[in-house]
C-alpha cells in the first residue's frame, strides 16, 4: 500500500539587493523564520538585520501566518536581508496580491535596490581610482 504525501502549496519570491540573491519560500505556519538551514537568530546576530526581515510582514499583519523558507547566496549581511525582504514582499503578493501589493509598494519592498559594486577596470587601482598624475 502506498501512502501518498499531501502536497504543501507555497509561494515564491527571488529578491535581490546589490550582489546578494535570495530564494524565499512561503508556507502557511506559526511563523518561524529559516536562513540557510539555520534559524533567523543564528544566521543575523543583530537585531536591525532581523527587524528588516521581518518588516513586509509586520507591513501586511501577517507575522504568524506563514513559515519562511530562504536560500540566500551572496553579498554581505545587511544585501542579504535586504534580498530577503525583497524576495518576501514578491512572495506575500503572490499570496494575495489585492490585500499585500499596496501596502508593499507605499512601503517602497517590492522596489529592487539595484546599487551594486562597479567593476574594475583595465589601468586603474579600483573602478575609478588611477594612481596620482606626475608631470616629472
Do not use: W
Not at 551594486?116 to 575609478?128: F, P, Q, S, T
Amino acid at each position: 500500500m502506498a501512502t501518498k504525501k499531501a502536497a504543501k502549496t507555497y509561494f515564491y519570491g527571488t529578491g535581490r539587493r546589490k550582489n546578494a540573491v535570495a530564494c524565499v519560500r512561503i508556507l502557511p505556519g506559526k511563523g518561524q523564520v529559516t536562513i540557510n538551514d539555520k534559524s533567523m537568530d543564528d544566521y543575523f546576530g543583530m537585531e536591525t538585520l532581523k527587524l528588516t526581515v521581518n518588516q513586509p510582514l509586520v507591513a501586511t499583519n501577517n507575522v504568524d501566518k506563514y513559515d519562511i523558507i530562504c536560500k540566500v547566496v551572496g553579498g554581505g549581511l545587511s544585501g542579504q536581508a535586504g534580498a530577503i525582504r525583497h524576495g518576501l514582499s514578491r512572495a506575500l503578493v503572490k499570496a494575495d496580491e489585492e490585500a499585500n501589493k499596496a501596502i508593499l509598494k507605499k512601503a517602497g519592498f517590492l522596489t529592487r535596490d539595484s546599487r551594486m559594486k562597479e567593476r574594475k577596470k583595465y589601468g586603474l587601482k579600483k573602478a575609478r581610482k588611477a594612481s596620482q598624475f606626475s608631470k616629472r
